[in-house]
């Protein structure tokens, strides 16, 4: 069983050994509905506004699929590194989706030597994107292709978060205000940069939060407008954490995990000016896409936090109340599958993505 650990909302750090068993949180009852199957490393969804989906796959494609499950390639995608971790990442809708037809498709830009996280917006037109402009390209560029993050969200105000990885190489990048990895940027919808954002003259203007190792999950609570991060440790040490501009997160001063070899990564696990996690998990869960519940279908459900987990095959609901973390619950284990991404959709019913040779899958109730 995995050990889960969560800062309170007020009041000291607290770690707890949590057995599933001992949560008080009872588990829905639902039914997993395929909805499309033999998709070749699926990473990311988005529901359109007609129940359909866009799907992208890590190796470079974008698929369109309808509702009985019947795929077509999308014409006019970017050219992707496809090597380690790199490739298609995050496919997100603009938030007047309907009257502009604006996607965001973030991927591996670049070379073994000089690659980096990017993102296209294009016009989705019924089998193909047109009109595709690079918006962003992370700087500085790196050899490494590990650690991309590629996550992004729209929040309320219209501008579009991204998260970028350390590079894994690179971790000390993460605290440097100069340098885009290991970061949270944030932009306008066309990819220019926000007069209100928190480092106006101080290094990369894009930046909106720092010093995170690997985060590849981002859901905002639609009601508080709290933004919600996850992001990979090490060997133990994944985090979930409430994001705020300017904010410090810590990577590589501070760290839950050990590096791979079993050192250190840091003897400190908190330091003035640095945030705590909300929540980490040791060992690791290797957490994958983030959902928040908001729809109308599992009001037990009602605000709690989706995360899939590569490692232990489940999607883990994160049983919030208050902005506390009062439980968890191991969920859809029957899969079998490694999870890749959780995603809310537009008709209110959940949506889980399955790594490898995936599958979506809907949740609804039993």
């Known amino acids: 069983m995995r050990n889960g650990f969560f800062r309170a909302a007020t009041g000291p750090l607290t770690a707890l050994a949590m057995g599933m068993a001992s949560w008080t949180a009872i588990a829905a009852d639902y039914q997993l509905v395929p909805v499309a199957s033999e998709l070749a490393n699926p990473w990311s ?36 590194y496809f090597a380690g971790q790199g490739g298609f990442f ?38 193909a994107l047109e009109q595709a402009e690079q918006i962003l390209l992370v700087a500085p560029q790196k050899d490494t292709p590990q650690h991309y993050g590629g996550r992004m969200l729209f929040l309320p105000d219209g501008t579009l ?15 440097d205000q100069t340098n885009e990895l ?21 290094g990369s203007e894009r930046v909106w939060t720092y010093g995170h190792r690997n985060p590849q999950g981002l859901a905002i609570d639609d009601k508080t407008g709290t933004v919600y991060l996850h ?53 690791s869960i290797a957490p994958s896409g983030m959902a928040l519940y908001q729809g109308q279908h599992f009001p037990q459900w009602q605000g709690d936090l989706f995360v899939g987990a590569l490692v232990d095959m489940e999607v883990r609901r994160v ?7 009062i439980g968890q619950e191991s969920l859809f284990t029957e899969l079998e599958a490694r999870i890749r991404d959780v995603r809310m959709g537009s008709d209110g019913y959940l949506y889980v993505l399955t790594d490898g040779k995936g599958q979506l899958i809907r949740v609804v109730p039993q």
């Open 45 to 80: 969804v988005a529901q359109l506004p007609d129940n359909s989906f866009l799907v992208t796959l890590r190796a470079g494609k974008l698929l369109h699929i309808d509702g009985e499950g019947n795929s077509v390639e999308i014409a006019g995608v970017p050219e992707t």
């Open 90 to 127: 995050d496919i997100v809708l603009h938030p007047e989706f309907e009257s502009n037809r604006f996607v965001y498709l973030s991927y591996a830009h670049g070379t073994p030597k000089a690659n980096g996280t990017a993102i296209i917006r294009a016009v989705l037109t019924e089998d």
């Open 161 to 175: 978060l991204l998260s970028t990885g350390d590079g894994f190489e690179y971790r000390e990048a993460a605290q």
């Open 182 to 202: 290991g970061k949270v940027l944030r932009i306008n919808d066309d990819g220019s940069v926000p007069t209100d954002n928190p480092f106006k003259g101080v």
């Open 231 to 283: 992001e990979h440790g090490p060997r133990g040490g994944d985090e979930i954490n409430i994001i705020e501009p300017a904010n410090n997160y810590g990577w590589p001063a501070i760290s839950y995990g050990v590096d791979y070899s079993g050192a250190y990564v840091s003897p400190f696990t908190e330091a003035a000016g640095m945030n705590q996690p909300l929540l980490y998990w040791v060992p």
């Open 319 to 325: 049983d919030l109340e208050n902005g506390q973390v």
